[in-house]
């Protein structure tokens, strides 16, 4: 990896070259990406590929005046100081947020890019070159957001994000929160039976253990199996069952770990203080993301937890 400072004039062309290759086809894959879900968003994105095409031939012609045909392979990432831009192909599904972001980064970097360049070249052309190429980076900026208007009316943009929103429900938040509410509510029952039926923290912290990981597994494989988002657009089956089985396994080890205090009763307080924080989670998530108004989520899974607690010390007491 070399500096910025230590590139010729050519090297930085060619860097310049590469850079908007590089950008134009990550502008075109996060079109494709979203064609199917937000062809108002894919629109700007391939007409600001088509942008970046533009910057790349009025570079091309430049070198081959100056250096000829051949153009040496100088990448960003063989440069200190660049920004490493993860593959849009390892981003899927797209978050559309998290694209537009990416493209303001990206333009921000290259104007700052051209900025440098033209301050260290000493040829008239290419110096002239850079510097209208940073204030085309600019302009693009302002094309982005004209494009944006032209093609993302409010009403469009509005539905968009509203379905990106009902997407990230389906494929993160659901899932997980099915996970949590499972690890946390289900494995009540045989922690506190194993408390208060042996008397031992050690017995119910392994009991607590062995139904929080069982249950992870199987809500992990449920989930995976149920369908494979083709028609539901719920997203990769992996992904769900991974998110599933993580946050049941979760839950239920919330309220396992106070077991590993020796003393059974501070065990027992810290356990049940755990469960109401766990309680008190899903009851948000509940009403942050799947619009159940907030004293009907607390109460319902206030009632489910409590039935299942009192479950659990009756057969444990028994």
Known sequence: MRNFSDLTEREILALAIANEEEDGRIYLDIAEGLREEY???AKVFSEMAGEEADHRRRLLEVYREKFGEHIPLVRRQDVRGFVQHK?????LPLNLDAVRNLAEAMETETQAFYRRAATRSQDVTIRKLLGDLADAEVEHEQRADELRAENLPENVRRREDQHARQAFVLRFIQPGLA???DGSVSTLAPV????FATGSTWDAFIVGMAASVGAGISMGFAEALSDNGSLTGRGAPLIRGGICGLMTTAGGIGHTLPFLIPNFWTALVVAVSVVVVELAVISWVRWRYMDTPPLA?????AFGGALVFGVGILIGAS
Do not use: D, E, N
């Open 87 to 91: 593959p849009v192909w390892q981003m």
């Open 179 to 181: 996970g949590l509410m």
């Open 297 to 301: 989520a607390t109460l319902q899974v």
């Open 39 to 41: 062809p108002g968003s």
């Open 192 to 195: 506190f039976a194993a408390a």
